[in-house]
């Protein structure tokens, strides 16, 4: 799509401006110029039509069967002589005895606004009468005593329309308009000119998006960007930065920012790049890098982008799947310490039997669930975290059941080991944490996957989703009743969207959540 050039709309918006102000200008001078006509035709009808009124011919045939006869000759001589457009006589039943139109003559006068003249009232009127729109004036007629009305003299001249005026001062407004216009381009084009050599040649739009794009980008980026000017002051910080140091977008210097730490004004002055060094600011560990701005291979000022150290830490343990199997292998461990350390009492007070009948059961439990999962589960992986799992599961009171027709002979091409490692260790302690507070606590998993195919579904007996179900796959949304992240669920659906599958959540109408994941096409046979 072709965008305007600044030349052009400045072209525009003067010829816009120009056009509609000569316009204005030349509306608001026909309209005074017609007020003004109207008020002068106003005077000169009502003067015609009291000259008439007064006239002895016309006094003493108004309201005669033959009145017409005599009165219509005199009507149209003195309209003639006076050019207004007509003159109509009539009696105290509105009945015409003069008209420019003989077929009118005898007819009742319909106006519309001649009710007032009726009443000794005289005065003038704008209305549209049988020729068209008119000023007229009404002037009672007087017998000879003057105390009694016998009849309405009506006079009156058409209105020039509007098209008229505008047609008798075309020439000017469009010499206004041209001038205008000429005048404005001109302007325009210099001003268009200098500023085109103050912008390096970009237009507007272009100046905008930049410097929105930039913003926008600085604003959300996950880490803290401050920039400082030739002398180190601080000329810019994003949303981040500000909370990591306290301040709001001041122009200080930035050892006022960094009080009693390393980033000074000699260290960025002379380093020319650092990464990730630490630095203590306002109780927060961070990692700072500092990047050097140069233009035109001059220095004008220093970039400093800082990390949360703890921040950067979980998120790199929650996108390898570290933390998932770290967790449930220290689950497992806890587990059979308590275990141990059980037997060994028992040992030790001599009860032989119940400590051997205890090494049994749990021996005899955990080589049921191990070979189950070891025909089932070809990958090591992720068979070490469904066990660290269960171990955890065992400690917070939840019953973990992998559903018997479970299976995974191979990890589907397009996910990693890691991959499913995080998506299992994320919906477990999801699920876990689900129903935590529940009297049943109960979780089912069903996984099914080959290289072709990779089919998850679990089922918690937890509270169920909350009204906002449909954000609980957006980045930072979390449902978890301790602080939590809102990352496990964003980062399933990131993997799964690369891998072109698909995740969905639902409550049953009972209680609980169940979340299913597909990706593939199961092939049979």
């Known amino acids: 799509m072709n965008r305007i050039s600044l030349r052009m709309k400045m072209f525009i918006f003067s010829f816009i401006l120009v056009f509609f102000s000569v316009m204005t200008s030349g509306a608001i001078m026909i309209h005074n110029i017609s007020g003004a006509f109207e008020k002068e035709l106003g005077a000169r009808a009502i003067a015609i039509a009291r000259t008439v009124a007064q006239l002895p011919d016309i006094k003493t045939h108004v309201g005669e069967t033959n009145g017409a006869s005599s009165i219509q000759p005199i009507a149209e001589r003195v309209r003639l002589a006076t050019d207004v457009d007509y003159i109509v006589v009539f009696d105290m039943e509105r009945i015409r005895y003069s008209h420019p139109s003989e077929s009118k003559i005898g007819t009742v006068f319909e106006g519309g606004d001649e009710q007032a003249s009726l009443s000794e009232h005289e005065y ?38 509007f098209q008229s005026l505008l047609n008798d001062y075309k020439t000017d407004i469009l010499f206004s308009l041209m001038s205008g216009l000429l005048i404005g381009l001109i302007g325009s084009l210099f001003i268009a000119n200098h500023l085109k050599k103050q912008t390096f040649n970009m237009e507007p739009y272009e100046i905008a998006r930049l410097v929105e794009e930039r913003s926008s980008m600085m604003q959300s980026m996950d880490i803290g960007i401050l920039a400082t000017d ?39 002055k ?42 950067a830490h979980t998120l790199a343990e929650e996108l390898t799947g570290i933390k998932s199997l770290v967790d449930s292998l220290r689950s497992q461990n806890h587990e059979y310490m308590n275990k141990l350390h059980s037997i060994a009492g028992l040992i030790q007070l001599n009860r032989l039997k119940e400590a051997l009948t205890m090494i049994v059961d749990e021996i005899s439990d955990e080589q049921e669930v191990m070979q189950f999962l070891k025909e089932r589960i070809s990958d090591y992986s992720i068979l070490g975290i469904l066990i660290g799992k269960r171990s955890r599961a065992r400690e ?66 937890g509270c169920g989703l909350p009204e906002e179900a449909n954000k609980i796959f957006d980045y930072g949304f979390s449902m978890k009743r301790k602080e939590g992240r809102g990352i496990g669920l964003a980062l399933i659906k990131q993997i799964l969207d690369s891998n072109k599958g698909s995740i969905t959540a639902y409550s049953p109408p009972e209680s609980g959540t169940i979340i299913t994941l597909k990706a593939g096409e199961r092939k049979y046979g």
């Not at 009127?125 to 309405?152: H, L, T, W, Y």
């Not at 949303?239 to 001041?250: C, D, I, S, V």
């Not at 939840?398 to 397009?414: K, Q, R």
């Not at 699920?431 to 290289?451: T, Y």
Request: hydrophobic share 45%; aromatic share 6%.
């Open 270 to 311: 002379n380093e020319a790049e650092m990464t990730h060094r630490p630095l203590l600011l306002n109780g927060t560990m961070l990692l700072v890098r500092i990047f050097p701005i140069n233009v035109n291979d001059q220095r004008v000022g220093s970039l400093l982008m800082m990390t949360n150290q703890k921040e």
């Open 230 to 268: 030739e002398k180190e002051r601080i000329v810019f910080m994003n949303r981040l930065a500000q909370q990591y140091t306290g301040l709001e977008n001041e122009i200080i210097p930035v050892a006022d920012a960094f009080p009693d730490t390393w980033v000074t004004e000699e260290v960025l």
């Open 124 to 161: 003038i009127s704008k209305a549209q009468g049988v020729m068209g729109f008119a000023i007229r004036a009404f002037v009672p007629i007087m017998n000879d005593e003057g105390v009694k009305q016998i009849g309405v003299v009506s006079v009156g001249i058409l209105s020039p329309t």
């Open 396 to 461: 917070l009171g939840v019953l973990f059941t992998i559903d018997d027709e479970s299976y995974l002979s191979e990890v589907m091409t397009g996910f990693s080991s890691g991959d499913l490692v995080t998506i299992l260790g994320n919906l477990i302690d999801n699920a876990m944490e689900a129903c935590l507070l529940e009297q049943e606590k109960e979780i089912v998993l069903l996984i099914e996957g080959n290289r072709d195919y990779l089919f998850i579904e679990i089922q918690d007996s």
